[in-house]
């Protein structure tokens, strides 16, 4: 149990870490989601070749695989974009609405049952939103990435949730880093068309230099290696041996974790005013809310026992 936790814990700060690597590459948010998933792809090609874990998908869940992973570039390309718009610290909060939005369009997903209290979360959560907006609206693009990241993670969770339990997680990863990868390459002559000056190949100091902090290659690599496929493989091994509600608790704490390493390593806290914290408190409790209503089922299942 003990060393479960730690992994979980350990899967969490590698994906608040995100954020911050997110800022320290030079790349524009499409370039960066282009090479991501590409290295993603490939290495997941590989230790599946190695491991030879290969298996054959049907045709349908393949194409729904390829729809998960286009809404998946799409949603990096608007966190990414958030944070280069406004801030890593904003970014995670806007995506920390996911839970919310999730809770919204599930009833339109899975024709499950509309609530009325799961609503309101939502628009309280918005609430949270606009007060970092009303305080803050230089930040106002990237706000809006930040929101439109947390409106698509809640579309492809549910969507991911539909076949999950029937392949392996790292096919699943192999299947849908390709998908967006090539999602974003169809996009890509467009995107140059209208920002022609963009910059396509990732910077490669000298490590010896003073500027190797600044290799867009090595934190690609970290992004790709640690924060995806590590991360992942983590989180699986986990999973068998903690309760939903231990699991639930700790992945609320991806943003809280990717916040305080923005303070840590850029001091945003010195950049970001009243609202945003009004805000993230109001988003943090909606929620922890929405975490309590999915959990009370089993809570009181538990007492009854």
Known sequence: MKKALIQLHIAVLLWGFTGVLGRAISLDAPMLVWYRTLLTAVIMAVILTVRKQWIRISRRDLLQMMAVGSIIAIHWVAFYGAIKFANASIALVCLSTASVFTSIFSPLINKAMFSWAETALGLLALVGVFLIYSFQQFYGLGILFGVIAAILSAIFTMMNKQIAHRYPARTMVFYEMTSGWLFITL????????????????????????????????WLGVLSLCCTVWAQSLAMSSLKNLSPFTVTLSVNLEPVYGIVLAFFFYQENKDLHTGFYLGMGLILITVILQMVRLLQPAWKAKYRA
């Open 187 to 218: 996009l890509m002559p467009l995107y140059l068309a209208y920002f022609p000056n963009t910059n396509r190949i990732p910077l490669h100091p000298d490590l010896l230099s003073a500027t190797w902090m600044h290799n867009d290659w090595l």
